[in-house]
C-alpha cells in the first residue's frame, strides 16, 4: 500500500512538475514572437533600398531577384521561397514587372502560402499607370524611373510597415519623412533643369523602351529599339525604326542599360555616328559600393548622365 501511494505521488509531481513547466515556458515563448523584428521581403533591389531608408536596422530584408539580374524574368530559388514564407510583409512591383517566365512571382506567392492584398504588397498600388504602345492593354512597369512615383511608392510600402509593427510606426514615419524630402528635392531640380534643353535635342534613345515615366516627368522624348526585355530585341524592324525617329531629330548621344546588352545601341551609333555616351539604369541598382547602388543615386546618376548627354557636355 505505502509503496502504492509512493508511486501515485511520484506521477503526481511529474505531472505538475510538467504543467509548472509548460506555464513557465509560454511567457518566453510569446516575448520572442512579440520581439522579433518585421521581416520584409522585396522582389528586386530597387525596392530593397527604398524599404531599407524606411526601417534601417529595425527590419530583417531580403531582396528575391539580386543585384545585375532582370527581374522581368526570373527563376526562384528554394532560399526565396524559404524566406518569402516567413516573412511578415512581401513587397512587388506590381504593373507585370513580375510576371515574366509563366509568372514566377504569383507561383511564388502560392507556394508561400501568402496573400495578395494582405502580407503581398505592389508598392505601385497609388502610381497612375502608363501602358505599351506594342499592347495597350498591358502596363509598363517602370514607374520608380519617374522619382515622384518613387516617393509614392516609399509611402506605400511604408504604411503597410507601420500597420504591421505598430510599435515601430513613429521611427518608420521619421525616416519616411527625411527620405521622401531628399527624392522630392532631386525630383524638383531636374524637372527644371531638361526643359532649358531644345525641344528637337530632348530624344532620350535608349534600347528598351523602359523611360516612359522618366521622360513625361523631365520634359524628354522616349525612343528605343525594343519596348520591354521579355520581347524580341534588335530585329532589323525595330532598328529602322528607332533610326528614323533619330534622322528626324538634333539628339546629340545614345545610351544603353545596365542590365542588357549594348551590341543592338552599338548598331545604332555605326550608323547615325553618334556615340553611346553612357550606361544607365533600369531594372536594378549597382552592385554594392559602385555608383548607382541605391535608389537615390541611380536617379542621380541617370538624371545626370542623360542631361549631360542630351547637352553633349
Keep these: 500500500m505505502i509503496k502504492k501511494v509512493i508511486t501515485v505521488?511520484?506521477?503526481?509531481?511529474?505531472?505538475?512538475?510538467?504543467?509548472?513547466?509548460?506555464?513557465?515556458?509560454?511567457?518566453?515563448t510569446q516575448t520572442t514572437t512579440q520581439n522579433h523584428k518585421?521581416?520584409?521581403?522585396?522582389?528586386?533591389?530597387?525596392?530593397?533600398?527604398?524599404?531599407?531608408?524606411?526601417g534601417k536596422d529595425r527590419i530583417e530584408l531580403y531582396s528575391i531577384v539580386k543585384r545585375g539580374t532582370d527581374p522581368h524574368e526570373y527563376d526562384p530559388r528554394p532560399q526565396d521561397v524559404s524566406k518569402t514564407s516567413a516573412a511578415d510583409l512581401v513587397f512587388h512591383n506590381g504593373l507585370n514587372l513580375e510576371t515574366g517566365g509563366s509568372g514566377?512571382?504569383?507561383?511564388l506567392v502560392q507556394t508561400s502560402h501568402k496573400t495578395f492584398g494582405k502580407d503581398v504588397i505592389s508598392a505601385s498600388g497609388q502610381v497612375k499607370a502608363l501602358?505599351?504602345?506594342?499592347?495597350?492593354?498591358?502596363?509598363?512597369?517602370?514607374?520608380?524611373?519617374?522619382l515622384a512615383n518613387g516617393i509614392k511608392y516609399v509611402q506605400t510600402m511604408s504604411k503597410a510597415m507601420q500597420k504591421a509593427d505598430p510599435k515601430n510606426a513613429?521611427?518608420?514615419?521619421?525616416?519616411?519623412?527625411?527620405?521622401?524630402?531628399?527624392?522630392?528635392?532631386?525630383?524638383?531640380?531636374?524637372?527644371?533643369?531638361?526643359?532649358d534643353i531644345p525641344a528637337k535635342q530632348r530624344l532620350l534613345v535608349t534600347s528598351e523602351g523602359a523611360f516612359k515615366y522618366f521622360s513625361k516627368a523631365y520634359h524628354v522624348t522616349p525612343a528605343y529599339i525594343w519596348e520591354i526585355n521579355t520581347?524580341?530585341?534588335?530585329?532589323?524592324?525595330?532598328?529602322?525604326?528607332?533610326?528614323?525617329?533619330?534622322?528626324?531629330?538634333?539628339?546629340k548621344s545614345?545610351?544603353?542599360?545596365?542590365?542588357?546588352?549594348?551590341?543592338?545601341?552599338?548598331?545604332?551609333?555605326k550608323s547615325t555616328g553618334l556615340k553611346i555616351h553612357a550606361?544607365?539604369?533600369?531594372?536594378?541598382?549597382?552592385?554594392?559600393?559602385?555608383?548607382?547602388?541605391?535608389?537615390?543615386?541611380?536617379?542621380?546618376?541617370?538624371?545626370?548622365?542623360?542631361?549631360?548627354?542630351?547637352?553633349?557636355?
Design 104 to 107: 514566377w512571382f504569383k507561383k
Design 131 to 146: 501602358h505599351l504602345t506594342t499592347n495597350v492593354n498591358e502596363k509598363d512597369p517602370h514607374a520608380w524611373l519617374d
Design 9 to 28: 505521488l511520484a506521477a503526481w509531481i511529474v505531472i505538475v512538475g510538467g504543467v509548472f513547466w509548460f506555464i513557465h515556458r509560454q511567457p518566453a
Design 254 to 269: 545614345l545610351f544603353v542599360e545596365s542590365s542588357v546588352s549594348p551590341k543592338s545601341m552599338q548598331k545604332v551609333a
Design 38 to 54: 518585421l521581416r520584409v521581403v522585396t522582389t528586386n533591389s530597387i525596392l530593397e533600398d527604398m524599404v531599407h531608408n524606411i
Design 170 to 195: 513613429k521611427f518608420y514615419q521619421r525616416n519616411t519623412k527625411t527620405y521622401v524630402a531628399k527624392l522630392q528635392k532631386l525630383h524638383e531640380t531636374a524637372q527644371l533643369k531638361f526643359k
Design 231 to 251: 520581347e524580341s530585341q534588335g530585329t532589323p524592324a525595330q532598328i529602322r525604326s528607332v533610326l528614323k525617329k533619330i534622322d528626324n531629330s538634333d539628339v
Design 279 to 313: 550606361k544607365i539604369f533600369t531594372d536594378s541598382l549597382a552592385s554594392k559600393g559602385s555608383t548607382g547602388d541605391t535608389y537615390y543615386t541611380m536617379m542621380k546618376w541617370n538624371l545626370d548622365q542623360i542631361y549631360g548627354g542630351l547637352t553633349n557636355n
